[in-house]
């Protein structure tokens, strides 16, 4: 994601630049480190409370949250978020006839740690927190997530996951770009980068690669994907306007929407932005009982 400069940053930009030419693989540790290293974020008011419940993922207590009756709509935070992000969306979707389920990802809001320790996430792990809801919750006949949410949603799907119709707000496309600014970010080179992505596909058993939803979309034989709606903000300072812009272009059967100055977090409250993320989960309730 965007990344600025700060005192500490800059101190540590020495420590890497010595780490890269002398030590990568100490370095590559920690870089993996503050990667997966989870920042805090303000804790926001809750909606009139729902059902509250549990599921149980790779031994870690997901929490949940549900409201009302009729086709289930998912709603997935990004990171460093929580459930509570996309309370906004809650009472539009009861009453346009769904049941909505909420989550916390693993270290993410009153969910469990994840297995990388407390305030440490996995992107894996937001996609099988959400696999592993819809299984216990029911079919997911419409999804809306955001910011790395997204990106895990847009994975879930493209591993094989039902849904019916999807909203990706703020989503990454591929997160390999964001590793080289990373890097950039920190002052460390290829010797580190390249330990740490070995790290990270090691921890998570998969192939960086898969998590280029870009590549997958293109060439993905799961059929078919649903229906989407990309919503960026031009100005987004944490996920690039491009990437949506890709998304919707990469994605078989995807509309695009364009917002300007709402950045990367107002974009949730937005009445635009919630009016037609309900809209476009609500057609196709109004129009099949099951996701396609």
């Not at 965007?2 to 930009?13: C, Q």
Request: charged share 20%; glycine share 10%.
């Amino acid at each position: 994601m965007a990344f600025e400069k700060s005192t500490i940053v800059r101190s540590m930009n020495l420590l890497f630049w010595v780490l890269e030419r002398a030590a990568p693989k100490p370095g590559a540790v920690l870089a993996e480190r503050l990667w997966c290293t989870i920042p805090g974020s303000a804790k926001l008011a809750a909606a009139d409370p729902g059902e509250r419940f549990t599921v149980r993922v790779n031994g870690v207590h997901v929490v949940a949250e549900a409201w009302g009756d009729g086709p289930a709509v998912y709603l997935m935070h990004g990171w460093g978020g929580s459930r509570r992000q996309l309370d906004p969306f809650v009472a539009p979707l009861v009453a346009a006839g769904h049941r909505v389920i909420s989550l916390d990802a693993p270290s993410h809001g009153e969910s469990g740690p994840g297995t990388f320790g407390p305030r440490r996430g996995l992107l894996t792990e937001f996609s099988e927190a959400l696999a592993a809801t819809v299984a216990v919750a029911g079919p997911a006949h419409g999804l809306i997530a955001h910011s790395l949410g997204g990106t895990a949603a847009a994975i879930a799907m493209l591993d094989g996951l039902p849904v019916g119709q999807a909203v990706l707000i703020s989503a990454m496309g591929d997160p390999a770009p964001y590793t080289v600014e990373f890097a950039r970010w920190l002052g460390f080179g290829e010797r580190i980068r390249s330990g740490f992505l070995r790290r990270l596909e090691k921890r998570v058993g998969r192939a960086f690669g898969d998590f280029d939803v870009l590549s997958r979309a293109r060439e993905t034989e799961v059929t078919p994907l649903p229906p989407l709606l990309v919503v960026h903000d031009r100005k987004d300072r944490e996920v690039h306007y491009r990437d949506g812009q890709e998304l919707a272009m990469a994605w078989p059967s995807a509309e695009l929407l364009s917002t300007v100055g709402l950045g990367h977090r107002r974009i949730l409250s937005d009445p635009e932005v919630i009016t037609r993320a309900v809209n476009h989960v609500a057609a196709m309730a109004s129009s099949s009982g099951t996701p396609r």
